[in-house]
């Protein structure tokens, strides 16, 4: 009997899938993903036998490159670009929201 998980249920940093189940998951050639790595677009977790893993938050990213890649025809100088700015944006919007949750704090002890 095959055991079945759920994706829902791994952790997105969880190194869980071996490079020929990423490809198929992406629909692209495991080579593909080896390239991919090379260029730096997607770091994928080694087991101790030098097996690549790749994690549903890794997964994602492949899905963007592949967004960005064959839809909107970026080529892979720009995917870079565009994932390192993301990266920052999302750095920068925690860094705001942490900012914001402190000014309300002070706001709320200030009027009471």
């Keep these: 009997m095959a055991v079945r998980i759920r994706v ?11 490079i020929g189940v990423a490809a198929r998951l992406v629909d692209l050639h495991p080579q593909t993903l080896r390239y991919y790595e ?7 977790q080694r087991s101790r ?7 549903p938050h ?5 899905r963007k490159i592949t967004r ?3 839809e909107l025809g970026v080529n892979l100088a ?5 994932l390192r700015l993301s990266e920052q944006m999302e750095v920068l ?12 704090s002070a706001a709320a002890r200030r009027d009471s």
């Design 49 to 55: 036998g030098n097996m690549r893993l790749y994690s």
């Design 68 to 70: 960005l890649t064959q």
């Design 8 to 18: 829902e249920t791994i952790p997105p940093d969880e190194p869980y899938y071996a």
């Design 78 to 82: 720009g995917v870079e670009i565009i």
């Design 93 to 104: 919007r925690a860094e705001l929201a942490r900012v914001e949750a402190t000014l309300e």
């Design 58 to 62: 890794d997964i994602e990213r492949l």
């Design 38 to 44: 090379a260029r730096g677009l997607v770091v994928p």
